[in-house]
């Protein structure tokens, strides 16, 4: 019988084949062997997820009776949801259990669990003098540099002009190695949110997060001095950790926020105005850890995140390339991109990142004198803090509503300095703007609309303004 090619084709289109989802390593030299997060697809159900961890319960309850590998033991570690939205979970598992997973069509990816690392850090010197500072008439550069439009000199490059409720009314949730909340720089703003490594103790056995907490609120090298303080540790005191238990306090603090939110709106949370969350962290491509961040975001945390220090395209590593954050780059005392930072259309504006003194470990006046974009964006999660508590709150007659994380992320950069710096590689997309916290201009009288300079971007006042290159959501 002659059976025309185009028969053969005809009938091999109609086979269908088994649905397999994406095994995914995002960063191929730190995997860890035997464990994975999956990842939901969008819009399935909590009851369909139930029914899904329940197939896979049963399968391992029927392998249990089955020696493993010497160290193996399969199991669920973290279960992941953000809102009322399923959104995953995490474990170790063998080959061929992932292979029942991948094949279960309510899963949208399989992501092998890895390393996640601080970013690296231009180490400084620790120094424990103390620091009482009652008037920002000797601040760090960073704060003076974001309260002037202009470059500085030598009459302000110690000058940090602000607003003194800045950050009042607001949680800033610190996803880092913990925070060191005995310094003095925090007062009784400091609480411990959550210790997502397993066994690891309640403390910054690092530093790294303690320094990021200060930039944000401390009272001497914080942008916003009265927000309030909340440690999430998801990186161990080597600063180092898995790409599940970022994950999970990232579902952290959108569960906190949440959980705010409703206090505030039944009475319960005088005062509240928002939440904001920094990361300064980072790996490879995480399609996982994006979704979570924008998750984040979604469900109404202002979040910074760093873009990277590697010198390179800040588009190749997450979260940085995350749409909804901000992904903030490092900018320097002389108005240049700092020669380590990422670049490129995911960075959406830079902040102070040479040479940044805040807070450290070890005693309650110890700070220390660091650089890295980890030291940059705090400054951009101390911004949107201080921003956010100009605002109205829920028990203000004047309250309408929280002020979008897309929106402000809109505003703040509409508002920021464009053209400030030397050093953006040509080509590449990235944005040339500064941040800037208004000065001595009235942020509060008519809301986020500052004397002269609208922060919709209708007449802004920006020197030397420049179309917005590579701008995200």
């Known amino acids: 019988m002659h059976i025309s090619l185009l028969t053969i084709a005809a009938a091999a289109s109609a086979i269908v084949l088994p649905y397999e989802a994406p095994l995914i390593n995002a960063n191929a030299g730190d995997l ?15 009851t369909e997820a139930e029914e899904h961890r329940a197939s ?16 193996f033991s399969e199991g669920i570690k973290h279960v992941y949801q953000f809102a009322d939205s399923a959104f995953g979970y995490a474990g170790s598992f063998s080959d061929d259990l992932i292979a029942v997973i991948r094949a279960d069509p309510r899963v949208a990816h399989v992501e092998q669990d890895s390393i996640v690392t601080i970013s690296d850090d231009i180490q400084g010197n620790v120094d424990s003098e103390k620091t009482d500072v009652t008037e920002q008439t000797d601040a760090p550069w960073g704060l003076a540099r974001i309260s002037h439009r202009d470059p500085l000199t030598f009459g302000t490059f110690n000058k940090y002009v602000y607003n003194v409720h800045g950050g009042e009314g607001i949680y800033a949730f610190i996803v880092d190695t913990g925070s060191y909340l005995a310094s003095k720089e925090f007062g009784d703003r400091g609480s411990w949110g959550a210790t997502i490594p397993a066994g690891d103790p309640d403390e910054d056995g690092n530093g790294h997060g303690t320094h990021v907490a200060g930039t944000i609120a401390s009272s001497s090298y914080g942008v916003a001095k009265k927000a309030k303080v909340v440690a999430v540790k998801v990186l161990r005191s080597n600063g180092s950790g898995t790409m599940s238990d970022v994950v999970k306090g990232v579902e952290y603090v959108a569960t906190a926020h949440a959980k705010l939110v409703a206090e505030a709106k039944a009475g319960k949370r005088k005062g509240f105005k928002g939440s904001v969350a920094n990361m300064s962290l980072g790996g490879g491509q995480s399609p996982t850890l994006d979704k979570a961040v924008n998750a984040a975001v979604k469900a109404g945390v202002h979040f910074a995140v760093a873009a990277g220090n590697e010198d390179a395209d800040a588009c190749t590593s997450s979260p940085a390339r995350a749409e909804l954050p901000v992904t903030v780059g490092a900018s320097t005392i002389g108005d240049e991109r700092a020669y380590f930072s990422n670049y490129g259309s995911c960075v959406d504006i830079f902040a102070p990142g040479l ?34 508590s100009l605002q109205p709150g829920a028990d203000s007659a004047y309250f309408t509503d929280y002020l979008s994380p897309t929106d402000l992320k809109k505003k703040m950069i509409s508002y920021g300095v464009y053209g400030a710096l030397d050093n953006i590689p040509a080509g590449t997309k990235t944005p040339n703007i500064l941040i800037f916290n208004g000065g001595k201009e009235n942020l509060t009288e008519n809301g986020l609309v500052p004397n002269g ?21």
């Open 453 to 473: 300079h609208n922060m919709l971007g209708e007449t802004n006042g920006n020197v030397n303004r420049e179309p917005v290159a590579g701008v995200k959501a």
């Open 56 to 71: 896979i319960d049963s399968h391992l309850m029927k392998r249990a009776q089955f020696a493993l590998p010497d160290g």
């Open 355 to 388: 040479n940044i003194k805040s807070t450290w470990i070890g005693s309650p006046d110890a700070v220390n004198t660091i650089s890295g974009t980890s030291m940059a964006s705090p400054h951009v999660a101390g911004l949107l803090a201080y921003f956010s």
């Open 32 to 46: 860890i062997p035997g464990h994975y997060i999956v990842v939901y697809k969008d819009g399935v159900s909590a």
